[in-house]
């Protein structure tokens, strides 16, 4: 997937991670139901052992991208950044196939099954290049900060 400048979306606002744990740098496309992601492995990562991406830093980057769904409904347009916090409620099923090495650019995308209020199930694919990493199918729950 080719990354237009255009169409990159701020992650930061509709994420509270920040370095090191934001496992995530752009969002390629967003609709209520839909996301899409990249994220680059680098080798300082907090997840990288032996030059690999570990499966905790997949399943991160999976709810990272899918809470990007439910985080919108958070973001105003004129506000520069909006404070949520998110959590895993559940993963009810998750299939890990492959990692992904230093240097790769990996592309995760989600789509929402259902929602309820703050609470969502979505469906969620990792892949590098065509080869399928990591599948899963997780509930979220996220909620605004109030400052």
Same mark, same amino acid.
């Given at each position: 997937m080719e990354i237009k400048e255009e169409n990159i979306i701020n992650i930061h606002n509709f994420l509270p991670h920040r370095e090191p744990m934001l496992m995530a740098d752009y969002i390629l496309e967003l609709t209520k139901e839909k996301v899409v992601t990249s994220f680059e492995i680098l080798e300082d990562n907090?997840?990288?052992? &032996?030059h690999e991406f570990a499966e905790a830093g997949l399943i991160e980057n999976l709810a990272q991208t899918c809470s990007s769904i439910l985080g919108q409904s958070f973001f105003k347009s004129d506000e520069v950044e909006t404070k949520v916090i998110g959590f $895993?409620? &559940? !993963?009810?099923k998750i299939e890990v196939f492959a990692l992904p090495k230093?240097?790769? /650019? !990996? $592309?995760? /995308?989600a789509s929402l099954i259902s929602q309820f209020d703050n609470i969502c199930n979505i469906f969620c694919e990792t892949f590098n290049n065509d080869e399928l990493l990591i599948r899963a199918e997780i509930n979220l729950f996220i909620q605004e900060v109030k400052s």
């Open positions: 907090v997840f990288v052992h &032996n $895993i409620t &559940n !993963i009810k230093v240097g790769d /650019k !990996i $592309i995760s /995308k």
